[in-house]
Structure formats: C-alpha cells, structure tokens
C-alpha cells in the first residue's frame, strides 16, 4: 500500500520522451506496410530525441538513441540519414546491427549493449527495427496470442524497467491494416503508432495513435524533398470523393486537357458534368496547394480546361 505521500514523491509530471506521445520507461509499437516509412520515421524520432527538437509538433526530451537494426546494415542506414540530413554525433546516436551470418539478433547477447547504452551514455531510447528480428531464446510463436501477451513483450517490458529507457518496436501491418501476428502486440504496448498510406492522394500519409496514457489522435503527413515527415496542413481528407479521385488521376497523368463531360464519363464519376464543373471551379485554390493547377478556355461550344500536377514543394 501507499499513501498520497508517498504516490506524490514518487511521481513525476512531465516524465515523458515525447510529450503526450511515449512516456519514460514506456513499450511502444510502431506499424505499417512495407514501403511506407517506418524506419524514416523512427530515425526522425531518434534525430528530434538526440537534439531535444520538436517531433511532429510535439516536445521531447534530449537523450542519445539506441538503434537496433536487423534488416538494414549500417550502409543503408547511413544512405537514410544522409538524405534526410540528421545530424547525429558519437555521443547521440548508436547502431547495432545484424551481421550477415546472424539470422535473428540474439536478446541476451543484446544485454551487454543495453547497459552500456544505459549506464555510460544515460541513453532514454531505444527502437528496435524489427521486431520479428530478436531472438527471445524461447521459440515463441508470434501469432500465438499467449506466447506474445505473455512472454514476448513482457520481456521487452522488462528491459524498459531495468534499464530505465522507453522502446519503440517496430513491425509490419498485415493486409487487413492490422498488427501482423497476434493481437496480443496491440494489447500489451503501452502505444501504437500506425501509420498508413492514402491510397487516392500521393505523399498523403495518415499516423494513427492510440494510447492507454494520452489522448489518441490522427494526424495527416506528407514526406518532404529531404524523406522527412512534416504535418500537413491541408486537410485532404475533406476534399470531396469526386475530386478526389480527379487529383488521384492528374497526379499519375501529369499535364492533360480535358472537359467535364469527358472527365466524368472517363472516371465513372458520380456526378453530372454540370455540378462537377461546378465542384471544380469552387475548389480550384485547394487543388493548386497540392500541385494541381488548372486553367480553363472558353469556345463557342464548350469550356476546355487544361491540368497540370507537380509535387507541392511545401
């Protein structure tokens, strides 16, 4: 038992990694398709992390990050970081990666490095990319909702504790946009990070957070020149469907010229012509933020409009 007291001394208000996000000593996951940007993502984080820089909008404290890789060697993580420009130092940023040989990454082996990280470095993150890539010594069965809610993240919950860090896993969605495995992983985490992409807009990705400790949310990101994700402002998801699928087809066509009889007999739209000639003219200034810009010609008959799409710089 404890008294108010002693709950008061213990307790600790902005004890957090990622303000309203991940907590100290906290187990998170984040998931996605392959191809989306987890792990640009997740070096974004350590990057924010190791300069106490806002992350997404969001403040974090300034800890040097633990990266464990056991599906990009150091080559292709070093590609990354340059192309997005991070700027880590010796001090801020560790990589331990699988060697060619190694078919998972060993979790006891991995005890000498979490010490080290946590005892000489004060190290507060640690992202593991990917999950399915440790070796817990027990042959669980990551489909198997006892093995995972029982003993696999448990032990990952552990190290959280001993070590006093925060761990973000990462790991794959399914093709029904689900944690791949046992929903277990959903269940035991302190957090989800699930980040998904829009499957209409191009550079339109959604980040859905769900937590037991914060406020859940849904935030719409887009990915810059540099790969780094950056909120967007513009909320697309508003954008009528039938415009919607009109900007989906400009983006893959890029310059074309079109009326609206055309267009919507061309798409199957489910509108007439003259209201989405309507629809379009209203919405002209919202399409030219994301890259489309159109131009109409009047003849003795018809409008003609010409569209043409270029990746939004902003």
Known sequence: MKTISEMQKDYKKNDFIVENLMKSRGLYCLVARPKVGKSLLALQLANSVAAQ???LGFKTIKSPTLYISTEMNHTQILDRINIMNLQFTDTNFFLKEQEPNERKLNYMDLQVDFQKFANEYNGKLVIIDMLYGIDMNNGYDINNYQDTGQYLIPKFRELCQKYNFTILLIHHLNKSNTSLGSTAIDGSVDGMLILKEDTHIKNKIILEYESRDYEGFELILKKNENLIFERSET???DLDYNLTVFLNYAIKQKEFTFTVSEITSKLNLNITPSV??????NNLSTLEKEGLSITMKR???ER???AKYQEPLD
């Open 53 to 55: 820089n806002s992350f």
């Open 235 to 237: 909320e697309i998801e």
């Open 276 to 281: 989405f000639g309507k629809l379009l003219n």
């Open 299 to 301: 003849t003795s008959t």
């Open 304 to 306: 003609t409009y010409f």
